[in-house]
């Protein structure tokens, strides 16, 4: 997936980089899914995913002075998915796929703290795209909708 991924449906907000904006998120995330009927698996997903990269925008880009912006839509042609896109201003780079991964299997006791969010969000979306460029960082992810949510919808 590439930056110039068709988008229909936009919507906008752009957010203050502090906790307290989750409630916001997660609103804008239902209301939108709402109004494109997108089933309740994905709107659940949708959340878990929208959380975990604001809050890991938060906490890891100290230096972000600027509100974060997040567009939501559908990718063209794909009217039962949705694109989350969050671009941070004026960070420093890191690409959310070069994460170290979790062993999931190992021991609690040997692992290392942290990555987990992250080792969910790759495994909960169909697609992640970074890019940065001239300090800005732009986090893309899609969401289909996977066989069981279209059997729960027919229910």
Same mark, same amino acid.
């Given at each position: 997936?590439?930056?110039?991924?068709?988008?229909?449906?936009?919507?906008?907000?752009? =957010?203050?980089?502090?906790?307290? /904006?989750?409630?916001? =998120?997660?609103?804008? @995330?239902?209301?939108?899914?709402?109004?494109?009927?997108?089933?309740?698996?994905? @709107?659940?997903?949708?959340?878990?995913?929208?959380?975990?990269?604001?809050?890991?925008?938060?906490?890891?880009?100290?230096?972000?002075?600027?509100?974060?912006?997040?567009?939501?839509?559908?990718?063209?042609? /794909?009217?039962?998915?949705?694109?989350?896109?969050?671009?941070?201003?004026?960070?420093?780079?890191f690409d959310p796929r /070069?994460?170290?991964?979790?062993?999931?299997?190992?021991?609690?006791?040997?692992?290392?703290?942290?990555?987990?969010?992250?080792? =969910?969000?790759?495994?909960? @979306?169909?697609?992640?795209?970074?890019?940065?460029?001239?300090?800005? /960082?732009?986090?893309?992810? @899609?969401?289909?909708?996977?066989?069981?949510?279209?059997?729960?919808?027919?229910?």
């Open positions: 997936m590439s930056m110039d991924l068709e988008l229909t449906d936009t919507v906008q907000l752009a =957010l203050p980089r502090e906790m307290e /904006s989750l409630e916001g =998120l997660f609103s804008f @995330v239902r209301t939108h899914c709402a109004r494109l009927a997108l089933d309740s698996s994905l @709107v659940r997903r949708a959340e878990l995913v929208a959380e975990e990269l604001f809050t890991n925008l938060v906490k890891y880009n100290p230096e972000g002075k600027h509100p974060i912006e997040v567009i939501a839509g559908t990718r063209a042609g /794909s009217p039962q998915s949705l694109v989350l896109r969050f671009v941070d201003r004026g960070v420093h780079a /070069s994460a170290p991964r979790v062993d999931t299997r190992a021991p609690l006791e040997q692992r290392q703290p942290g990555g987990l969010g992250l080792h =969910l969000v790759l495994h909960m @979306v169909d697609s992640l795209d970074y890019h940065h460029e001239a300090g800005d /960082s732009t986090t893309t992810v @899609v969401l289909l909708a996977r066989r069981k949510d279209a059997e729960d919808r027919r229910t």
